[in-house]
């Protein structure tokens, strides 16, 4: 069982030492600071940010290094639990022989490698498995682009090999017969200061979340029925809500339709949730999440025999992605470098999903959503120019806020059919001071 206090106290002090390690590398290595510097430069061009190169390559170096850790993570985790076969970065008792045999195989029959390398293969070996192909996409993972030296891949990988003197035990146990996920969370908000500051991280209570699932889900499903039923978080963090809707819509599905096979249940619960967020790693925790629900509820024990789940999510900034549908003749939020003067979209993102997800209405809309005020002078200027309420030196709780009415289903006049249900966590502070007057 993870001791999760003691394990974001280690990997808070190797992410550091990743941070730095990326820094230097990012200046010695061409490939790498300069892919970095392109994309900066397109951003800062297209006024998508204002952030100093300094500053945007700092925060970008500070995503790839929590990347490098949480891969790991979920590869301990479904080595630990029998999940993937044979383990090869660590694991309790005889796994642990068997990853460094895997180790020294590796280098075999590679000798020229390095650590960064071993990492690598471990990472395409999990991603070859089509269900989870997408912990490690390429195309928005950034560990591919921001490389760890050597030196620091050896670090990282003697950290899950450690044993405690005391007992002989490895000293970090991912085993869990229930596979709860929850601790990932806190990695997420704590992991990162810069990132816990940048994006206001905070997990949401378990039974707020309920509270709030209670009021939204439950009534939509009476009203339009669980077959109908769509559901996003548009700021959705490490999967919070879409896991505690997920669990809801499975097992009501699984009660009306006992007949059903058990996979294709879990696929249709799945397709029925969809999230969003700024933060890279953010979404890679939902998705690792929802993908560890899936197999439970469908009683998959291994990866092999797994189907490639279909996983609605997407990082991006849901108050600049996709058209606004709940205003007819104004101005589309698509960013599209050919009609939208903040073209620009990050390697880590993917407009067509982006544009699907948020660009359809939903019976339910739910989340937690930042208060935080926006630093960024680009990006404050941008949600002026798309969200009305935005007033004075406003808190992001005010354009989220129109945003999730936005999502939500709204019957056209003398239509009788029920409305969508709106569900969010927000500071008061709009009510109290002079920013929120718009809003209100």
Excluded at 238 to 253: C, D, K, Q, V
Aim: charged fraction near 25%.
């Amino acid at each position: 069982m993870i001791d999760g206090r003691h394990l974001l106290s280690e990997l808070q002090t190797l992410r550091g030492r990743l941070e730095d390690d990326l820094r230097e590398r990012s200046d010695v290595v061409p490939e790498v600071g300069g892919t970095l510097r392109e994309e900066w430069q397109r951003a800062r061009q297209r006024e998508r940010t204002a952030q100093t190169y300094e500053a945007w390559h700092d925060d970008y170096l500070a995503q790839a290094a929590v990347m490098w850790i949480l891969g790991c993570v979920f590869v301990r985790f479904l080595e630990d639990n029998g999940l993937i076969e044979p383990p090869r970065l660590a694991g309790p008792g005889d796994r642990l022989r068997l990853a460094r045999d895997q180790h020294t195989l590796y280098f075999q029959q590679h000798p020229l490698e390095s650590d960064r390398d071993y990492l690598y293969f471990v990472f395409e070996t999990v991603a070859a498995l089509p269900a989870a192909a997408s912990l490690f996409d390429r195309r928005h993972n950034p560990v591919w682009i921001a490389g760890i030296s050597g030196d620091a891949a050896t670090a990282l990988i003697e950290l899950w090999q450690r044993i405690d003197p005391a007992t002989g035990a490895l000293v970090h146990d991912f085993t869990d017969t229930e596979w709860r996920t929850r601790f990932l969370g806190d990695l997420y908000q704590d992991l990162s200061e810069s990132a816990r500051k940048k994006y206001a991280l905070l997990q949401t209570p378990d039974f707020v979340l309920q509270f709030i699932l209670d009021r939204t889900l439950s009534p939509a499903i009476d009203e339009f029925g669980f077959r109908e039923i769509r559901l996003i978080d548009p700021a959705c963090g490490s999967g919070h809500f879409l896991l505690a809707a997920f669990e809801r819509l499975f097992r009501f599905w699984s009660q009306q339709e006992p007949g059903r096979n058990v996979r294709e249940v879990a696929q249709r619960a799945l397709d029925r949730v969809s999230g969003v967020d700024l933060n890279p790693f953010a979404v890679a925790i939902a998705r690792f999440r929802l993908l560890l629900a899936a197999l439970r509820e469908s009683g998959i024990t291994k990866l092999t025999d797994a189907p490639a789940f279909t996983i609605d999510l997407a990082v991006g900034d849901s108050l600049l992605h996709g058209p606004r549908p709940g205003l007819e003749g104004a101005r589309q939020m698509y960013l599209d470098s050919d009609t939208d003067p903040v073209g620009h979209v990050y390697d880590t993102e993917d407009a067509a999903d982006l544009r699907r997800i948020l660009g359809r209405r939903y019976h339910v809309v739910v989340g937690n959503p930042p208060y935080i005020t926006p630093k960024d002078a680009a990006l404050n200027k941008a949600y002026r120019e798309r969200f009305e309420s935005c007033h004075m030196k406003y808190s992001l709780a005010v354009p989220f806020m129109e945003r999730l009415f936005d999502l939500a289903i709204e019957p056209k006049n003398g239509d009788t059919a029920p409305a969508g249900h709106v569900g969010m966590i927000t500071a008061n502070s709009f009510m109290k001071r002079e920013f929120g007057r718009k809003l209100i």
